[in-house]
Nanobody, 127 residues
């Protein structure tokens, strides 16, 4: 079992930056590929980014490429999502997710790929 707790969301103006954090507890953090998803009101949950077990490989959805950076600190059991140049369309609840894997690929970007989920943190971007 892995427990995930997100933090760092809030209300910001367009153009601002936020860094979301996801603290994990439970089994060995470095055994998991980590992903960030988001769900806007009335929309399905979508992948934002993912990072391999060792942090060397990353995946980004087109919607955040160039504005988002996913990173992880395996010593602190934490994954981060830095979002810059935020837009109103980035408004959503952001979730982190974990998948136990034996490979080092970050290319897991569907909900079904992940085994554990956090409760989410709200990000609201005003225009």
């Amino acid at each position: 079992q892995v427990q995930l707790v997100e933090s760092g969301g809030g209300l910001v103006q367009a153009g601002a930056s936020l860094r979301l954090s996801c603290a994990a507890s439970g089994r060995t953090f470095s055994s998991y590929v980590m992903g960030w998803f988001r769900q806007a009101p009335g929309k399905e949950r979508e992948s934002v980014a993912a990072i391999s077990r060792d942090g060397e490989s990353t995946y980004y959805a087109d919607s955040v490429k160039g504005r988002g950076t996913i990173s992880r600190d395996n010593a602190k059991d934490t994954v981060y999502l830095q979002m810059n140049s935020l837009k109103p369309e980035d408004t959503a609840v952001y979730y982190c997710a974990a998948r136990r894997t034996f490979d080092n690929s970050p290319y897991y970007y569907t909900e079904d790929d992940y085994d554990y989920w956090g409760q989410g943190t709200q990000v609201t971007v005003s225009s």
